[in-house]
Every structure is written in structure tokens, then in C-alpha cells.
């Protein structure tokens, strides 16, 4: 279980058990800042809604952690 439960409904969410200690490349790569690590766990999360959907935080992530949850009208 992860310690802070993420939501499930926010357009980018984070394996917490895949994401590394110490890394912060999907957060360097967001061009909007939507992604922080968390202060408890140290993990990635999305920490505001907003999301252009560009990819960069899932393609660049070592470990396969990110998933960019594309809305079905984007496909
Ligand atoms: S898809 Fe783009 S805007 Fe959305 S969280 Fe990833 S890098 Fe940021
Ligand atoms: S790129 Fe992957 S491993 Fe690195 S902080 Fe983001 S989710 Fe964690």
C-alpha cells in the first residue's frame, strides 16, 4: 500500500514502487511543473491538474514508473 494514496483521475500518475530514490528527471522534465517529488515519500506525483499531455515525464522515466493517462479525444 503506498503511504499516500494517489488519485486515480489526475491525467499523470506515478508507480511509487518503480520510482527511484533520489531521482527527479520526470519532474526536470515537465515543462509545467506538474510533477514534484512528494516530502513524505520522496516519490513523483502529479501535484496540480494541469497536463499538456506531451509525454516527456513517462518517455524519459529509468524505471517505467510514469503513465500519462491520455484522454480519449487526444487519441
Ligand atoms: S505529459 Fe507533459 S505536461 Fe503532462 S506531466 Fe508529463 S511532462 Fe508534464
Ligand atoms: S522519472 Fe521515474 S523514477 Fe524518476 S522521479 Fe520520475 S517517476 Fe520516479
Given at each position: 500500500?503506498?503511504l499516500?494514496?494517489?488519485?486515480?483521475?489526475?491525467?499523470?500518475?506515478?508507480?511509487e514502487?518503480?520510482c527511484v530514490d533520489g531521482c527527479t528527471?520526470?519532474?526536470?522534465?515537465?515543462?509545467?511543473?506538474?510533477?514534484?517529488l512528494h516530502p513524505e515519500t520522496g516519490k513523483a506525483?502529479?501535484?496540480?491538474?494541469?497536463?499538456?499531455?506531451?509525454?516527456?515525464?513517462?518517455?524519459?522515466?529509468?524505471?517505467?514508473?510514469?503513465?500519462?493517462?491520455?484522454?480519449?479525444?487526444?487519441?
Open positions: 500500500m503506498p499516500v494514496p494517489q488519485r486515480a483521475d489526475v491525467p499523470v500518475t506515478v508507480d514502487s518503480k528527471l520526470c519532474v526536470d522534465m515537465c515543462p509545467l511543473d506538474s510533477l514534484a506525483y502529479m501535484h496540480v491538474d494541469e497536463c499538456w499531455y506531451c509525454g516527456p515525464c513517462a518517455a524519459r522515466c529509468p524505471t517505467g514508473a510514469v503513465t500519462v493517462n491520455m484522454p480519449y479525444l487526444l487519441r
